[in-house]
């Protein structure tokens, strides 16, 4: 039975983080859109740590906002404690982070994307897609009801043949207490789209009221938070009210609610459980195939690869304020329950710990993201796009942001439009897409600051000024919130262009280089911050300017000589992207090609000349053979 007779613009099957940015996109653009999901009270669910941000993915929550999407005002409204990581460090590698309510968070997204128009909710686990042509068309359910879409962006997660381990105990799922989608995968087989394993995992949950606290360092939420979502330009109404209905969501005044986190670490006593049960482990045991994350050990690999360490930070970390559950940062692993309890009361202030979920790892299928354009759309199968875990990353940060651009896409691809591509030198998102795309992932993809080249550019403040010229193409955010955000990047230009040109009375130097020759002589370079910028020296008026345009300013003006580097780097490599490959062309006729190259190249299809460089063993030489080919190419046409 069909559902619709008439096609859905986009279908988005899947509700974690990154479905729910991508049905949001979507219908923000203003296209009929259907969001699928197995089960809508797990929509948005943290099914690991509940917390969004952290180093390098603080910026791309950021830069979610700056796009339009949900997640950083969702943060900041169910937010429990907030910290800015990095503070001691420069303003380009700090990040906020947030812990949040877990099902604060859940509900109140779940009220936002049913409060949404243009965009329907449905339960109904997807059990296929329908094929027409080569084309996506659609997809069908468990429920034996077919649904009809123009686009289809699929955003399963670790759901799709997911398997979790305890130990020996196996059972199917991607989370504890939910289902697997076991159907699925073999739709993309059937479509050519090639599938891999890969893995992660989760620690126990600890009931609050067994931990003894006492022995623990409190860990406590900074006085001054920094938030996620630009509220200086967006419009009031999108904090709690939705105008039409004058329904309430659920929330409360961000940094109103803070509360305590706690460390503690792990003993000697703790690491020889390990070592004496490591056998039982699934990971060593060779129970599961799928490869894990690097940057997010399980407990068990900490103890083998960094034997030299006595003992290793673990955080409790509140679930939220209304259950007293603590999640065990750093104590991931899959070894069995009964080992879990020993190595649980091993560590102080857990000794009398109940665990009320076990820790568990899970293994799921993903599709290597190099099967994908830059616009998350399939190679292999057109208008069909793919976000978040399927694409071989972890966390909700880089799940969310691809989401969102996938979902963008799929409307662009509709309306024939251009598609909204963001490059290396666009924000921490158009770097995570790239290295996606072009190198791929052989593991579970996390996005630092070091990832990318030019990070200086990428503060997590710039956000909205540095995408304002994609939000405005478009269409991503309100008129009123564009408007904004223009004059206050105007207001910003014309700072830092009179502290470059005007001089400082009593010293007779320019404003820009008294601003530098203080901030060198009392570190504020390597502190950073905006906690920083008030002992830098300014004219009265900058004084009189909103906190986000003076920091903004100063920022710039203090890096000033850093950043122009950067953005000469920027504009001596846009030459390579701004020569594009089209899509037919056939690299191993392409004579002087090394067969290597070829074939990568071929593999890939690069969508410029930039993005064909940054391919692994595609090497200068290969660069300029390829140059030369699409030179003589675009003259003889």
């Not at 077919?146 to 997911?162: A, S």
Request: hydrophobic share 35%; with cysteine; glycine share 8%.
């Amino acid at each position: 039975m069909v559902f619709n007779k008439t096609p859905f613009a986009v279908i988005v099957c899947g509700a974690g983080h990154a479905g729910v940015e991508a049905a949001l996109a979507a219908a923000r653009m203003g296209a009929p859109t259907l969001l699928l999901t197995g089960n809508l009270d797990t929509i948005a669910q943290m099914s690991c740590n509940p917390a969004i941000g952290g180093q390098a993915k603080g910026q791309i929550v950021r830069e979610i906002d700056a796009l339009g999407g949900e997640m950083a005002i969702n943060t900041d409204v169910t937010g429990i404690q907030f910290r800015l990581l990095n503070e001691s460090k420069g303003p380009a590698v700090q990040s906020p982070r947030a812990q949040c309510d877990k099902k604060a968070y859940q509900l109140r997204m779940k009220h936002t994307l049913e409060l949404q128009p243009n965009l329907q909710l449905f339960q109904a686990t997807v059990t296929g897609l329908i094929f027409e042509h080569g084309k996506v068309v659609g997809c069908r359910s468990n429920l034996d009801l077919e649904f009809m879409g123009q686009t289809v962006v699929v955003t399963t997660g670790t759901f799709l043949r997911g398997l979790m381990h305890i130990g020996k105990n196996k059972n199917e799922g991607g989370r504890l207490g939910d289902f697997s989608a076991k159907d699925l995968s073999a739709s993309f087989l059937e479509a050519g789209i090639e599938l891999r394993r890969l893995k992660t995992g989760t620690p126990p949950r600890l009931l609050g009221r067994s931990i003894d606290f006492g022995r623990m360092e409190e860990q406590k939420g900074d006085a001054s938070p920094t938030l996620f979502a630009f509220h200086d330009t967006r419009d009031p109404m999108e904090l709690f009210h939705v105008e039409q209905t004058k329904e309430r969501r659920l929330g409360w005044a961000p940094g109103s609610n803070q509360v305590s986190c706690w460390m503690t670490y792990s003993t000697a006593d703790t690491a020889q459980i390990v070592r004496d049960n490591l056998h039982k482990s699934a990971m060593y045991s060779g129970e599961i195939a799928g490869v894990g994350p690097r940057y997010c050990p399980s407990f068990e690999d900490k103890i083998v690869r960094f034997s030299d360490k006595p003992r290793h930070l673990l955080f409790l970390e509140p679930e939220g304020l209304s259950t007293d559950e603590y999640y065990v940062n750093g104590l991931s692993t899959s070894l069995p329950f009964d080992v879990q309890v020993d190595l649980v009361r091993s560590i102080p202030g857990l000794e009398r710990a109940i665990l009320q979920r076990p820790a568990y790892a899970v293994e799921y299928d993903f599709a290597p993201p190099t099967q994908l354009f830059p616009s998350l759309e399939s190679k292999k199968v057109e208008n069909l796009f793919f976000a978040g875990q399927i694409n071989g990353t972890s966390g909700y940060e880089e799940a969310a942001c691809q989401g969102l651009i996938a979902g963008t896409n799929a409307v662009c691809k509709v309306r024939g439009t251009a598609p909204l591509v963001l490059g290396r030198q666009d924000g921490y998102t158009g770097v995570l897409i790239d290295d996606l795309v072009t190198k791929g992932t052989n593991e579970p993809y996390r996005m630092f600051t070091s990832r990318a080249e030019y990070r200086l550019l990428f503060n997590h403040a710039s956000a909205e000024l540095r995408l304002i010229a994609h939000a405005r193409q478009h269409g991503l955010l309100s008129c009123s919130r564009v408007g904004r955000i223009e004059d206050k990047a105007r207001r910003v230009a014309d700072w830092v262009k009179r502290l470059e040109s005007e001089r400082e009375p009593t010293q007779g130097i320019l404003w820009g280089d008294w601003v530098r020759r203080v901030a060198a002589k009392q570190g504020l370079q390597d502190q950073g911050e905006g906690r920083g910028w008030a002992a830098l020296p300014t004219p009265d008026e900058l004084a009189r300017e909103s906190r986000e345009v003076r920091e903004e300013v100063l920022y710039r003006v203090s890096y000033a000589g850093y950043l122009e580097r950067e953005k000469r780097q920027i504009e001596k490599l846009s030459e390579l992207e701004r020569i594009r490959i089209p899509a037919d062309l056939d690299f191993k006729a392409i004579r002087g090609l090394r067969l290597e190259s070829a074939q990568k190249l071929a593999s890939v299809k690069p969508y410029t000349l930039g993005q064909a460089s940054r391919i692994s063993g595609v090497n200068p030489s290969d660069i300029s053979v390829l140059m030369i080919h699409l030179h003589a190419r675009a003259t003889s046409t």
